[in-house]
């Protein structure tokens, strides 16, 4: 404790004490938790391409009963999309709507392939495939990436 306070006396029992140790302690926290902190944007803000997939044109595919969702943007920003099923663009709540035509159309040899726009938001792949869930779509899978 006596390397701590600076010894020049202020008065009865009042030590100053030294402020040089702790700035450089301070400086030394503040550079760990910047190095160490990793700086991510959220997820809702990623502009994703659909994964690759094996795609509904392979030999072993071809005698299911194919249900293609595309999705295409709306604006330039991606905060819109139009849905559509089998080539019929979905009217109102495109997803809710997407979920009930699954869901009425649904079979065992169902096949639901999700494809869209590159610049698709992620979000909106995930409703879809959140959509196809929800009806009881037995395989669903990923159109081919365009370029």
């Known amino acids: 404790m006596k390397d701590m306070v600076y010894k020049k006396h202020l008065g009865k029992d009042r030590y100053k004490l030294q402020m040089a140790p702790m700035v450089d302690v301070v400086f030394q926290l503040l550079i760990f938790f910047l190095v ?85 938001k992620l979000k909106f792949i995930a409703k879809a495939l959140d959509s196809g869930v929800a009806a009881g779509a037995p395989q669903i899978t990923f159109g081919k990436p365009q370029t």
Do not use: C, H
Request: hydrophobic share 40%.
């Open 36 to 120: 160490a902190s990793e700086v991510r944007p959220t997820e809702a803000d990623f502009k994703a391409n659909l994964p690759a997939g094996s795609g509904p044109l392979d030999a072993k595919v071809t005698k299911k009963e194919v249900a293609r969702v595309y999705l295409r943007n709306l604006d330039t920003q991606g905060n819109a999309v139009e849905v559509s099923l089998n080539g019929e663009v979905l009217p109102g709540d495109p997803f809710k709507t997407l979920e009930t035509r699954l869901r009425a159309a649904r079979s065992d040899n169902m096949l639901l392939v999700i494809d869209g726009d590159p610049t698709v």
